[in-house]
């Protein structure tokens, strides 16, 4: 079993910035493709970022890319995802996941096995 634990989340003004930390254990994290999906009130979970197993391969949705930047740190066990530029629709909880598959459906919430309990942010216009 991996457990991941997100963190950094809070209230900013829109135009503002966030780090989220996802930390791992259980596991060792070089082993999984990491993810970071969103989920907004009355609205499905959303993929966001993810990042291989290096971290040399990087993975946006469009509505985030040139604004948010996914790292990872594998001898830290942690996983970071910078958010610049902070609108009020980047409202959600965000969760970090950690997919062990080498497929290319990076995208779908079906693709990771572990999830983290997640971590709320808010941005107020």
């Known amino acids: 079993q991996m457990q991941l634990v997100e963190s950094g989340g809070g209230l900013v003004q829109a135009g503002g910035s966030l780090r989220l930390s996802c930390a791992a254990s259980?596991?060792?994290?070089?082993?999984?493709?990491m993810g970071w999906f969103r989920q907004a009130p009355e609205k499905e979970r959303e993929f966001i970022a993810a990042?291989?197993?290096?971290?040399?391969?990087?993975y946006y949705a469009d509505s985030v890319k040139g604004r948010f930047t996914i790292s990872r740190d594998n001898p830290k066990n942690m996983v970071y995802l910078h958010m610049n530029s902070l609108k009020p629709e980047d409202t959600a909880v965000y969760y970090c996941?950690?997919?062990?598959?080498?497929?290319?459906?990076?995208?779908?919430?079906?693709?990771?096995?572990?999830w983290g309990q997640g971590t709320q942010v808010t941005v107020s216009s």
């Open positions: 259980g596991r060792t994290l070089s082993g999984y493709r």
């Open positions: 990042i291989s197993r290096s971290g040399e391969n990087l």
């Open positions: 996941a950690a997919d062990s598959s080498y497929g290319v459906g990076y995208r779908r919430t079906s693709t990771y096995t572990y």
